[in-house]
């Protein structure tokens, strides 16, 4: 019988580095939250002697990833390499194996995710990626989960959190290069931004939700797509004086005469939800038959956010794997409520209307100091 789940963790770069800091670390919260008890077996790197986080165990690191994946004591493989090459042979020969896939890798499974899927369904793994879209914003379990008996018509969005900081920027005053300049040094922008400027990226994400959206074997090189590397200081202030925003929106719908795709600077007008976000914010708006049009936004961009993602689909394959396979699994136990506070108590309220409280969205973003206040 088996008792605890093995894990491998493929790469250890930004995302990679503070997942396994989290899966270290933060053991007994996450084995709490998936019911399973589990052991990071490896993290496989190219140049095991490389500086890392000291609080990871060097002892941990191997160069030898094929090796690591096919360690019969791994059920569940992280793949934070990236690229279409060494990763795609990494994860299919997991799948391969049975083995159970989480992934942030967009560019893959924009081009080879039809491949992957098929293969995966055939050996009975599953292949989870919450992070190559969106960030941490949960966009593919709602579809993949939450509207599964829905059937969805259209989807649109902003989907590319690096040109959303640039054109926020950009709307502030700062000419293109300063702005993409800025976003390279708070880590929303790569050294070669093409992927990103050009639309390329947006093209990939909008592939991957297709392919969960519709069901389709989309790829991402069907997908038109323009960038906005064009954009210019001047462009952004016309806008805004006519009452649009440009934003880079990805946009698909799915109709009887087909599906139609692509990504593109459009105006926007000022009062629309795509208008509203700034800096490396991405907004996914889903239109489902039954559901209706659902919005959902978050941080696209930055390793924070696309680790959180990744862990949020290892706890969901590690509850998958306990039910799957003979792995100790326990209900989720829940903590004790020391005191619930009142969330109103705090706000104003309004002169002319003294019964009814101010609502105030700040202490949302500072939970803890809003508590600590309350129950003082």
């Known amino acids: 019988m088996v008792c605890t789940a093995g894990i491998a963790l493929l790469g250890c770069g930004t995302v990679g580095a503070s997942v396994a800091e989290r899966l270290l670390h933060e ?10 008890r589990y052991e990071l077996r490896a993290i496989a790197v190219r140049d095991a002697s490389k500086p890392r986080p000291g609080s990871i165990d060097p002892r941990l690191f191997t160069n030898d990833a094929r090796a690591l994946v096919n360690d019969p004591h791994v059920d569940l493989v992280i793949e934070c390499i990236g690229g279409t090459t060494q990763a795609a042979d990494l994860i299919e020969n997991a799948l391969e194996r049975g083995r159970s896939v989480v992934t942030a890798n967009k560019d893959l499974l924009a081009t080879q995710g039809p491949r992957l899927q098929s293969l995966a369904a055939a050996r009975g793994a599953r292949l989870r990626y919450e992070a190559a879209a969106c960030g941490a914003i949960p966009v ?10 829905d059937r969805i018509d259209a989807l649109a969005g902003v989907v590319n959190g690096t040109c959303n ?3 926020s920027a950009m709307e502030n005053g700062a000419e293109f290069a300063e702005a993409l300049a800025d976003a ?6 790569e050294a070669d931004p093409s992927n990103d400027v050009e639309g390329i990226d947006a093209a990939h994400k909008l592939a991957v939700l297709m392919q969960l959206a519709f069901g389709l074997a989309v790829i991402s090189p069907r997908v038109r797509h323009s960038g906005i590397a064009a954009v210019t200081k001047r462009d952004v202030a016309r806008a805004q004086m006519l009452g649009y925003r440009i934003r880079l929106v990805a946009a698909a719908a799915r109709t009887p005469a087909g599906a139609f795709a692509g990504v593109a600077p459009v105006l926007v007008p000022q009062d629309h939800p795509f208008a509203a976000i700034s800096g490396p914010e991405n907004i996914v708006r889903v239109v489902a038959r039954d559901a209706g049009p659902l919005i959902m936004r978050g941080r696209g961009a930055g390793g924070p956010a696309t680790a959180s993602a990744v862990l949020g689909d290892v706890v969901s394959s590690l509850r ?8 100790a699994r326990t209900a989720r136990a829940l903590e004790p409520a020391l005191d619930v506070a009142p969330i109103f108590a705090d706000l104003p309220r309004h002169p002319e209307l003294p019964r009814y409280t ?17 129950l003082s």
């Open 165 to 167: 900081a640039i054109l």
């Open 140 to 149: 593919v379990r709602m579809l993949d989960d939450a509207l599964a008996g």
């Open 27 to 36: 053991r007994d919260a996450i084995e709490r939250r998936c019911g399973v």
């Open 184 to 189: 390279q040094a708070q880590g929303y922008a």
């Open 320 to 327: 998958a794997l306990g039910e799957r396979h003979d792995i």
């Open 358 to 374: 101010l609502w105030d969205n700040t202490f949302l973003d500072a939970p803890v100091s809003h508590v600590n206040r309350a």
